[in-house]
């Protein structure tokens, strides 16, 4: 994937602030990033990326991978799932649930098709030194992770790009103005009925 190495180099250089953890600093979490991205490269089928707004303190934080958690591999079969676990590396302390992604991952547990997730800003953005909580991207960072998410979308070319939430769809509108981005509901606080109507339009779109 050479087309992608300026992309990881960046990542792994971003420096930690005092609001803003970068996951990839970890070398283990790079090479989980870079195995599932590889992974869902290769696969088959319409391709399709799932714009959130960035990771959370339980989830992509501490593997490296958008959408996902250490407990996600045990807690969801799928073979994708099943073929990239033999591959990443999971501290210890990376072995915790996260909801959401969880809830995305059971809606495909039944799908053959996997879409690839990113985020507007991929680094956990926190309140001030109070890394375990979560706080959405500012506009100078939706504007920093722009580069990222514009080097997959033309690396990956995807078929269809849905942002997850109105937050998560603000931000890829925002960085990808010529683009459609389909909004699909956030599955959180409530929401997980119109998340799956969202999903499956995309999903099992009208003939």
């Keep these: 994937m050479k087309m992608l190495d300026d992309f990881y180099r960046k990542l792994e250089r971003q420096k930690n602030t005092l609001t803003v953890f970068n996951p990839y600093r970890n070398p283990h979490n790079l090479e989980n990033l870079k195995c599932y991205i590889e992974q869902v490269f290769s696969a088959s089928g319409p391709r399709i990326m799932l714009v959130g707004e960035a990771p959370g303190y339980k989830g992509g934080r501490l593997t490296g991978v958008p959408f996902s958690s250490g407990k996600l591999y045990s807690e969801v079969e799928h073979p994708f799932l099943d073929s990239l676990r033999t591959k990443l590396i999971l501290d210890p302390d990376t072995l915790t649930s ?28 926190h309140p001030s030194r109070v890394q375990k909580k979560n706080r959405g991207p500012n506009r100078a960072e939706i504007k920093e992770g722009a580069y990222y998410l514009q080097v997959l979308v ?33 599955p959180s606080y409530g929401g997980k009925a119109d998340f799956i109507t969202g999903m499956d339009k995309i999903f099992m779109p009208s003939r």
Aim: with cysteine.
């Design 98 to 125: 996260e909801n959401t992604a969880s809830v995305v991952w059971r809606y495909l547990q039944n799908k053959q098709q996997v879409p690839l997730f990113w985020n507007a800003f991929p680094f956990h953005p």
């Design 154 to 186: 033309e690396a990956y070319k995807p078929d269809v790009i849905a942002g997850l939430g109105r937050a998560g769809t603000a931000c890829a509108q925002s960085v990808l103005p010529d683009e459609d981005i389909q909004y699909i509901r956030h």
